[in-house]
């Protein structure tokens, strides 16, 4: 397997196709003029079987070589972010405050290119490819799921550019690899008084301070030290004068896993302590966990199929270790709690480049990232269809 298996012309294509996204990027279920875009370039490299899915995704199908064969799925995210683009680059954003800043135009650009190579040279079974919606607010996933576009399938694959790793390295490794995105509100009620008579108040700052040193316990005195785990307050509001107690205290915080059960652990530890330190202060406390992303997981045969791909698409240098686990969320775990999969880190840093970091205003994947993503995707498609019916 050559390293392009892309020609020049589709080369010209796909980079064509990902610059015109990253300069018309949209926000989150507002993917209509990419949707359409994307449509028009499935079609373009011989795609026919194109369904409009999840208010602004896609998913087209490939039909596979052997009735029967096992369905896999390849997802590319699509949406972008509001942020003020200041990468310089030739093809920057003109649409003011938004901007690609975490590579889903190359998301959307490789699921297009695996798209072509699959339509060229198909896997057993049938190719589903995903380009969804709204990743970026944790939703697009979910409501793909809701479309009924992912029925069937047997396997899914995904990947994220990443500039920690240069141009020809890949992660595709089992287990965790980014966490769970949950947060919380909570509203601390007490008896506001006079600043100078705190026996007649039942004081919720107080209350508060020792509750946000308490909520650091959760990680560090109730979760096995060898899992990662965040317990974070990013907000405390309460009080408008020096001399008033007031009536309440009001704290919003996230929480981060990376399995299942820690996620458990985590959210109910919140719950239980905010009640138990509140009654220690005479305070009700009214607690919201609001649900976001769970962990992503990663499952063994998928991820074992993945590295192959990369083993043999990119030789057996190009696999590399994830390092730490990314705190970070990724709504692709929507999909991992239904369908086993693997989702991918694709190198993003080009030769004596810096490793800027995705949400930056700086940030650019380096464009043989897409080729590279598209390759190793495919690849992944050809094998799960013909590991898991044996025939490999
Ligand atoms: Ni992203």
């Known amino acids: 397997m050559s390293v392009f298996e892309f020609s020049e012309d589709d080369r010209r294509l796909l980079s064509e196709l990902r610059r015109d996204l990253h300069r018309h990027p949209e926000l ?12 028009r370039a499935l ?7 194109i369904e409009r899915v999840a208010k602004t995704g896609l998913v087209a199908r490939i039909p ?42 190359v998301h959307a650009s490789w699921a297009v290119g695996a798209a072509l190579l699959l339509a060229r040279n198909p896997a057993a079974g ?6 969804q919606p709204a990743e970026e607010v944790g939703e697009g996933a979910a409501a793909v799921l809701a479309s009924g576009a992912l029925d069937g399938v047997h396997v899914i694959f995904g990947a994220h550019v990443d500039r920690r790793f240069a141009v020809g390295e890949v992660v595709a490794q089992e287990g965790p690899l980014a966490a769970s995105t949950d947060t919380f509100a909570i509203t601390l009620h ?32 109730r979760l096995d030290p060898a899992l990662p785990g965040v317990v974070t307050v990013g907000s405390i509001h309460a009080g408008r004068a020096s001399n008033v107690i007031p009536e309440t205290a009001e704290l919003t915080g996230t929480v981060r896993a990376t399995t299942s059960e820690s996620r458990v652990l985590l959210t109910t530890e919140v719950v239980r302590l905010t009640h138990a330190v509140a ?6 406390a009214e607690v919201a966990v609001n ?6 997981v990663n499952s063994p045969d998928a991820s074992r199929w993945a590295a192959q791909a990369v083993h043999d698409i990119l030789g057996p240098a190009a696999l590399k270790p994830l ?27 080009e030769t004596g480049g810096d490793r800027i970091a995705a949400h930056s205003p700086r940030f650019y994947p380096d464009e043989v990232s897409l080729f590279v993503g598209a390759m190793v995707l495919a690849q992944c498609a050809r094998i799960a269809g013909n590991q898991a019916t044996g025939t490999r």
């Open 126 to 131: 049938e190719v589903r490819i995903i380009l």
């Open 28 to 39: 989150s279920w507002k993917e209509m003029r990419t949707q359409e875009r994307l449509e």
């Open 323 to 349: 390092g730490t686990t990314n705190m970070g969320g990724e709504d692709f775990a929507f999909y991992l709690e239904q369908i086993p999969g693997c989702f991918l880190r694709i190198g993003a840093r």
């Open 64 to 105: 596979g070589r052997t009735a029967g064969a096992p369905v896999v799925a390849l997802r590319g995210d699509i949406d972008a972010l509001p942020i003020t683009e200041a990468t310089g680059l030739e093809f920057t954003s003109v649409h003011d405050g938004v901007m690609h800043a975490c590579g889903h135009d």
């Open 43 to 49: 079609l373009e490299c011989g795609v026919t079987s």
């Open 190 to 221: 007490g008896a506001g008084a006079h600043g100078a008579r705190p026996q007649e108040a039942a004081d919720p700052i107080v209350g508060a301070a020792e509750l946000i040193l308490a909520l650091q316990t959760i990680v560090s005195r």
């Open 291 to 296: 649900e976001g992303t769970p962990p992503v």
């Open 279 to 284: 009654a220690t202060h005479r305070l009700r």
